[in-house]
């Protein structure tokens, strides 16, 4: 970092300066969200890196509650969509409307058009529908009444699914998954978080709300920061070396790992890493990346990008597995 100071000194104090709100936020949904500091952490990481998150976890750990908490400190626009097997690609981005009295057609839009998206329960959609979301994610744009409309800015897709219950469900097609910044696994609370959250929500009049403490362009204002905090060349090599490292784990000495291995990341996940790394720097106040903000977002970045064989399933063997032997073999510069 000694080679360029100003720089990275000038990037702390924007920090600094544009990304106040941010533990603010952090404040408001640790009212109502006991523990979960991952889940809140993925969230941020998220929002900050303009990168859609995909959480998995069983009914009932506040998955939509988080979401719900996020997009009411942040202000603007929320719509949440139950997406269920009916469910019609109409329903996400809008129609046509013909009005009798006048004769004329208008276009309605759909609940896409919004700042924070909860696509409640994504894997019950039907392909065509997923198909219009893949769009909206991707592009930043719908095809509506044979024009193309622009999403609002900033535009995050926040998405729920259960690892367990697979009746009336559409598993996400690779390309879809691969959209998905993050893949933030929600597991149980301890034994005293629970007591805690017993006590917290356990009223119906006097349960904890969140206040909103920050707008869009508050958002925006703190993107603008990131592609300046500093990335040493030795930690852009390091990302590079471990999603090669899943693609062909015997470049890392991990022969054996191989045969459980279908496919690894792409480049896309290289990225993905960066632009992770760079945010999680950002929620700590720093101008630059340090080796542990790599550590910490890769097996989020990675566990939805690498498919095990069948194999590896019968051994009982799971992407995270595979990502922690990956991350002990390949060097930390």
Not at 133 to 161: K, N
């Amino acid at each position: 970092m000694s080679e360029r100071p100003n720089e990275v000194e000038a990037v702390t104090r924007a920090i600094a300066e544009r990304g106040a709100f941010l533990h603010e936020v952090e404040q408001q949904l640790g009212r109502v969200l006991v523990g979960q500091r991952a889940l809140v952490r993925g969230l941020l990481v998220g929002l900050l890196s303009d990168g859609h998150v995909l959480l998995e976890g069983l009914p009932g750990l506040a998955k939509t509650l988080a979401v719900k908490s996020l997009a009411a400190a942040l202000g603007g626009v929320f719509h949440r969509i139950q997406f269920t097997p009916d469910l019609l690609p109409s329903d996400l981005v809008g129609t046509q409307v013909y009005d009798p009295n006048t004769g004329a057609w208008s276009v309605r839009q759909g609940p896409v058009f919004a700042n924070v998206l909860l696509a409640d329960e994504i894997n019950r959609a039907p392909a065509k529908v997923q198909s219009a979301l893949l769009e909206a994610m991707e592009e930043r744009q719908v095809s509506l009444a044979g024009e193309t409309r622009a999403l609002p800015d900033p535009f995050i897709v926040l998405a729920t699914q259960n690892p367990v219950e697979q009746e009336g469900t559409y598993p996400l097609p690779e390309a879809q998954v691969d959209r998905f910044l993050l893949k933030v696994l929600v597991h149980y609370p301890s034994e005293a978080e629970e007591r805690e959250i017993v006590d917290r929500m356990g009223g119906t009049r006097h349960a904890p709300t969140v206040e909103p403490v920050a707008r869009p362009q508050d958002v925006v204002a703190i993107r603008e920061v990131l592609d300046a905090v500093r990335l040493d060349p030795s930690l852009r090599d390091y990302v590079v070396t471990l999603v090669r490292a899943s693609r062909s784990p015997a470049d890392a000495g991990l022969a054996d790992l191989a045969p459980l291995v279908l496919y690894g990341a792409s480049p896309r996940a290289a990225i993905a890493m960066v632009r992770a790394a760079r945010a999680t720097a950002v929620l700590e106040g720093r101008g630059f990346v340090l080796p542990e903000d790599v550590k910490a977002v890769a097996p989020d970045v990675l566990r939805h990008r690498l498919v095990t064989t069948y194999e590896a399933e019968a051994e009982g063997v799971t992407a995270d597995d595979l990502l922690a032997r990956l991350l002990e073999a390949v060097p930390v510069p």
